[in-house]
């Protein structure tokens, strides 16, 4: 009867640990999430969006560190205002984008959290992909907004959660070998990435 009852308690444990646990879906039906890419090279400055985003992330709002989950982005929907640098940028001598059709960014560990109301920042841990080349990255004070009960402001007919994440960070096309100390006059080794993105609770 002991063993009984200890179990139901320790199980009774677990469930509450994992009770505020949400899975949040970032394929957005407006279309409004969204990644910013710029190049700053002496010659030329690039500034291109792309918004095919998906991806789940798990969240819970009494343990922001806890934090895990995978975004990706559709490749080929990349845009640059100028017909033929985005035609450059989609075909095979730089992304490659028939072949590496996602970006994708899965987290392994979330550090430094601080939270101040419903808003939390982390630096937030994970394997990069893009060009079919991983690797590791830290983006530093990724904001986290946990919105409860406002998934209705964006979809009426909708009830749940909201999460919010926005983020900037650098990364380095040599890392991902798209044309390694080519080009830099006009576009430039550096690439910088600003992240606005929300997800909806799923139940």
Do not use: C
């Not at 893009?130 to 009960?149: A, E, W």
């Amino acid at each position: 009867m002991k063993t009984i009852t200890l179990f139901l308690a320790l199980t009774g444990l677990n469930l509450a640990a994992f009770a505020d646990v949400e899975n949040f879906d970032f394929k957005d039906p407006k279309g409004v999430n969204n990644v910013v890419f710029r190049t700053d090279a002496p010659l030329e400055s690039i500034n291109g969006t792309a918004t095919g985003i998906s991806g789940s992330v798990s969240y819970d709002a009494a343990s922001p560190g806890s934090l895990k989950g995978k975004i990706i982005v559709d490749a080929a929907t990349l845009h640059v205002p100028n017909a033929m640098m985005q035609g450059h940028l989609q075909g095979a001598n730089w992304l490659e984008v028939a072949k590496n059709p996602e970006i994708t960014f899965e987290t392994t560990s979330v550090d430094n959290v601080k939270t101040d109301g419903n808003m939390t920042t982390a630096d937030v841990t994970g394997n990069f992909t893009l060009h079919g080349v991983s690797k590791q990255i830290t983006i530093p004070g990724v904001k986290i907004t946990f919105l409860k009960d406002k998934l209705k402001d964006r979809f009426p007919n909708l009830q749940g959660d909201l999460l919010v994440i926005r983020a900037a960070f650098t990364i380095k096309r040599s890392d991902f070998n798209i044309n390694k100390g080519q080009f830099e006059d006009k576009v430039s080794d550096e690439i910088q990435l600003n992240l606005s993105i929300a997800g909806q609770a799923v139940h």
